[in-house]
């Protein structure tokens, strides 16, 4: 790594979407000068900031607990912050005499935007800023297509990646992070309110995650040893534990994508490579997402394909409530909903498929989904959910076309073909046999009696009927093209 020269005197690192020690390129290099580092996390409340939604701020509470606490153990403090960045970096540069401020780059259009603020009056202030690389393997302006723009499709970009990026070797954490004299002030982390509290809704999410750095490595060492080995045959069944879990830890960078490919190289020898090659493809989607980000900034409010400026959305706001409640009378949309709800993650195939359904049979925009999934996934990530969101209404970049039109009962069929999942997340249904448990209201009315059901009173019926709603959609998307032509 190349050496920074740093004045003599104390160094500010600002965490803030890479909650970890280990391979943490600015905070590395801020160690190595050997001068007193001051940690600080700033939780930023401007207006033009996407607020971190209720499951995250859940996450973040934890992980800035076990961040704290493992700074304490280096003999250092972490300095919580709430407001305005620029203003909390420039007054604790002012109050500690630091002649520094280091970070790892973010890629949002208000963390940039944010970034340069601050890096250009610290520059005119005479205080040396410097930003790393430290949230992907790598930098999302770096590869270009063969015309010399940002690549629009995923299948080309993986091959220039696979050709020409070498994952560098993850940094080691730090031995010590000498700290100054005075610390200055902190807030108390329990006074910014991140826990849900009336109700507390949080029981399902603290059963299913420990986030924190060592929480990350538990989790991908779990998924080498018992998962890698079989990723590309079981990563679509979601009754299965088949892929990773590692996305909330790499939304809040407790876990580097880099050291996950170093230990994916240790045990990869032996292991079916098609399984290990799709396993790493899937990281790399994560970089093509920011690829895409960076390159079209406000891919998170605006089509990137704009002839779905034209789309005639629908507005009905029971129907989007049913979906968000898991309602919809489709087992497999209302258990994935429920899935998600429960315990801020949903499984990749499903996520697709409540998706697809939102925005195709009930033709609401996909905005809707992209912020409900923002508000109450763990792993809501301004790159990847955006993208993915643009992927499924086939307004992004290699989008699903929309005329592809999930059909949530024969997906539920093939990928949980014996209804475990939805039988997991939709308990009234439990009884229901199988032959039906992805079509109740096609069973007899004693085979549901006998299961418990009463369609309209346990559980609904469908709010759109498959078939009705497959035709309104592909009308819906003709209108748009003869608006847009
Ligand atoms: P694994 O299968 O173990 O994959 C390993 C890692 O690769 C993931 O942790 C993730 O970082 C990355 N990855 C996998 N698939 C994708 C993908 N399609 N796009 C980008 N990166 C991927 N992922 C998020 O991290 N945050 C989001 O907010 C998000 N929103 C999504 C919204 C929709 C509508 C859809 C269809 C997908 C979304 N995804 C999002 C992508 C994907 O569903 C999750 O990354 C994946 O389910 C996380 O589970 P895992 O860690 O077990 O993944």
Request: charged share 20%; proline share 6%.
């Amino acid at each position: 790594m190349a050496s920074f020269s740093f004045p003599d005197a104390p160094i500010i690192f600002w965490f803030r979407d890479d909650l970890r020690l280990s391979d943490n390129a600015a905070l590395s290099a801020a160690v190595s000068s050997g001068k007193p580092i001051i940690p600080v996390f700033v939780l930023e409340t401007d207006a033009k900031h996407t607020p971190y939604g209720g499951a995250q701020k859940w996450w973040l509470h934890q992980s800035l607990i076990n961040l704290s606490d493992q700074i304490a153990k280096l003999g250092n403090r972490l300095i919580l912050r709430s407001g305005n960045a620029k203003d909390h970096i420039t007054q604790l540069v002012e109050n500690t005499g630091a002649q520094s401020v280091v970070w790892n780059r973010r890629y949002s259009r208000f963390g940039i935007d944010t970034d340069t603020k601050i890096k250009t009056a610290l520059h005119d202030d005479g205080i040396t800023a410097h930003s790393f690389a430290g949230r992907l393997m790598h930098e999302p302006t770096l590869l270009k297509s063969g015309t010399g723009g940002a690549y629009k499709v995923y299948t080309p970009f993986w091959k220039m990646f696979a050709a020409t990026i070498t994952p560098r070797a993850p940094l080691a954490t730090p031995k010590e992070l000498p700290a100054i004299e005075n610390a200055p002030a902190s807030d108390e982390l329990i006074d910014w309110n991140l826990l849900p509290t009336k109700p507390d809704w949080s029981g399902g999410l603290a059963e299913n995650w420990k986030p924190g750095t060592k929480g990350a490595f538990d989790r991908l060492e779990k998924f080498l040893a018992n998962g890698l080995g079989r990723y590309d045959r079981q990563r679509d069944f979601p009754a299965i534990e088949g892929t990773s879990g590692l996305s909330p830890h790499l939304a809040f960078g407790e876990i580097s994508p880099a050291q996950i490919w170093a230990r994916v190289d240790q045990v990869a020898e032996g292991l079916p490579i098609d399984d290990v090659t799709t396993f790493r493809k899937e990281l790399v989607w994560r970089e093509f997402a920011y690829h895409l980000l960076v390159n079209f900034t406000e891919l998170k409010t605006e089509n990137y394909n704009q002839q779905f400026n034209q789309f005639p959305w629908a507005d009905n706001a029971e129907h989007l409530r049913a979906w968000q409640r898991g309602q919809t009378g489709y087992p497999i949309v209302d258990a994935g909903m429920r899935q998600l709800y429960d315990t801020g993650w949903m499984h990749n195939r499903v996520r697709m498929i409540v998706g697809s359904f939102l925005v195709k049979h009930l033709l609401l925009d996909w905005r809707h989904g992209e912020k409900w999934f923002w508000d109450t996934l763990v792993d809501a990530d301004p790159a990847s959910n955006t993208a993915s969101w643009q992927w499924v209404a086939g307004s992004g970049a290699d989008a699903a076309p929309y005329f592809r039109i999930f059909n949530p009962i024969t997906q539920g069929e093939k990928f949980d073909a014996d209804g475990e999942y939805v039988k997991r997340w939709v308990p009234e249904l439990s009884k229901v046999p199988t032959k039906f448990i992805h079509k109740p209201w096609e069973a007899p009315s004693k085979i549901l009696q006998f299961a418990g059901v009463e369609l309209g009173e346990t559980y609904p019926h469908p709010i759109v009927d498959h078939k009705q709603a497959r035709e309104r959609a592909l009308d819906a998307y003709q209108t748009m093209r003869g608006l847009a032509a």
